[in-house]
């Protein structure tokens, strides 16, 4: 029968067409009924705290770190996703343990997303606790200081550049008023982050550079897992 479609162009297309739809079923229809997992929640899905149960808002700090990496940049060079791959969950894990797969969850709140497309250097998901202050210091003033033959630029101008965070704290009042009145979730957790911030950073907080917004971004980055130790610095 198939032997028709040779000839004949009307069989041709509606073999193909036939071969299409299995190919389509085989893709799409058959593999969530093989692997149950694919209909399931996320594990650590939780109502309460918010879409994942562990990945919270960015503070105002942390959100300027991230305006940094957009503008800089950085996203050229570094990807923002752990693959199913094991050369990925091997290169990215830390001290023997594999960095878990990146999944829809974590990025929620994470817009525009900066999964970047191309690795000229290492991934970053999961860079948040890996090193501390004083490395990402070195670092950016100039990666050569610690990684010999690095290419990646320095970025000096990032000491200097001061981050203003009196807009921030002004519209957290407004945020913390409305959300003593209506109790929205989202509200609360964005005053608290805001409060917690504040505490924090007490008198420094007229004192900030980029780079102290940078760091607080990147230490957030693969924390939503809850994978690592908070404090397991290298050095
Ligand atoms: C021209 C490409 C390029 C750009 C742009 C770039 N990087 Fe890199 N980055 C690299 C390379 C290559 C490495 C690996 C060598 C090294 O550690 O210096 C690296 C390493 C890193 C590391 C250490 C990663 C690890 O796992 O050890 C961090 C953190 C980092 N970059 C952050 C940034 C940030 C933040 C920006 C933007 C301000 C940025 N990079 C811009 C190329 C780049």
Not at 17 to 42: N, R
Not at 111 to 137: C, E, N, V
């Amino acid at each position: 029968m198939l032997k028709k479609a040779d000839t004949s162009a009307i069989w041709a297309i509606v073999a193909s067409l036939v071969l299409f739809f299995i190919g389509g079923l085989m893709t799409t229809v058959v593999p969530p009924m093989v692997d149950k997992s694919w209909g399931q929640p996320f594990a650590n899905a939780d109502k309460s705290k918010g879409p994942t149960g562990h990945l919270r808002r960015l503070n105002g700090l942390e959100l300027a770190g991230r305006a940094v990496y957009v503008r800089e940049g950085c996203w050229y060079c570094h990807t923002q996703q752990i693959r199913t791959l094991l050369a990925d969950t091997k290169r990215y894990g830390w001290k023997g343990v594999d960095a878990p797969i990146s999944t829809p969850d974590e990025f929620v709140y994470d817009s525009p997303h900066m999964f970047g497309t191309k690795r000229t250097g290492p991934d970053l998901a999961r860079i948040g606790g890996r090193y501390d202050t004083q490395w990402h210091r070195t670092h950016f003033r100039n990666p050569r200081d610690l990684v010999k033959g690095s290419i990646m630029p320095a970025f000096p101008w990032l000491f200097t550049n001061k981050v203003d965070l009196t807009g921030y704290f002004a519209e957290a009042d407004v945020i913390a008023q409305k959300a003593a009145a209506t109790k929205d979730p989202a509200l609360v957790e964005q005053a608290a982050l805001a409060a917690d911030l504040k505490a924090k950073l007490g008198p420094q907080a007229a004192n900030l550079t980029e780079f102290d917004a940078m760091v607080a971004y990147l230490q957030t980055l693969g924390r939503a897992k809850d994978w690592r130790e908070a404090n397991d610095y290298e050095k």
